[in-house]
């Protein structure tokens, strides 16, 4: 069973850094396309950023030009550098295909004070 895993979430002050990582135990990614949804308390899951496997890539309005999506497809693996971070950046960061397979990881923590 494919599992997905995510890591390198924290606590950061605002104006801080994050690379969130995520794997995949098994071939999800490999002819889909990557993406990082987040879910803040008390909000609905909202998709932050996808990449496809040509590198095209698409953000949520809120984080152009402070987050980056990366990926291997060959590996099954897809980061999210995050930059200049904000207390709204503030939720659980989740990684899935695009559009979203009805699979999820336990996601990880993203707390940005102010």
């Known amino acids: 069973q494919v599992q997905l895993v995510e890591s390198g979430g924290g606590l950061v002050q605002a104006g801080g850094s994050l690379r969130l990582s995520c794997a995949a135990s098994?071939?999800?990614?490999?002819?889909?396309?990557m993406a990082w949804y987040r879910q803040a308390p008390g909000k609905q899951r909202e998709l932050v950023a996808s990449i496809t496997r040509w590198g095209g890539t698409n953000y949520l309005d809120s984080v152009k030009g402070r987050f980056t999506i990366s990926g291997d497809f060959a590996k099954n693996t897809v980061y999210l550098q995050m930059n200049i971070l904000k207390p709204e950046d503030t939720a659980v960061y989740y990684c899935n295909t695009f559009p979203s397979a009805n699979l999820w990881g336990q996601g990880t923590q993203v707390t940005v004070s102010s």
């Open positions: 098994g071939s999800i990614f490999s002819s889909k396309v």
